[in-house]
Nanobody, 123 residues
Framework: QVQLVESGGRLVQPGGSMRLSCAAS????????MGWFRQAPGKERDFVAS????????SYADSVKGRFTISRDNAKNTVYLQMNSLKPEDTAVYYC????????????????WGKGTLVTVST
């Protein structure tokens, strides 16, 4: 079992930056692939980024490629999402998720989820 707690969400102006954190506890965090997903009001939960357990492989949604960076610190049991050049369309609840293997972008591949943190990009 893995427990996940997201933090760092807040209100930011367009063009701004923000870093989300996801603190994990429980067994096998260092063996788990990690991902960030987001869900805007009235929309489905979509893939944002993922990272392998070693940190050597990453994947991004086209909508965030070049603006967002996922990373992890296994010594701290934490995964991060650095978000730059934020746009109003990035507004959503951001969820951290864990999976036993890397490579899947579907919510069905992620058995463990946090409760989310709200990111609002607005003037």
């Amino acid at each position: 079992q893995v427990q996940l707690v997201e933090s760092g969400g807040r209100l930011v102006q367009p063009g701004g930056s923000m870093r989300l954190s996801c603190a994990a506890s429980g067994r096998t965090f260092s063996g788990s692939a990690m991902g960030w997903f987001r869900q805007a009001p009235g929309k489905e939960r979509d893939f944002v980024a993922s990272i392998s357990w070693s940190g050597g492989r990453t994947s991004y949604a086209d909508s965030v490629k070049g603006r967002f960076t996922i990373s992890r610190d296994n010594a701290k049991n934490t995964v991060y999402l650095q978000m730059n050049s934020l746009k109003p369309e990035d507004t959503a609840v951001y969820y951290c998720a864990a999976a036993p293997t890397y490579g899947c972008r579907s919510i069905t591949c992620m058995p463990y989820w946090g409760k989310g943190t709200l990111v609002t990009v607005s003037t």
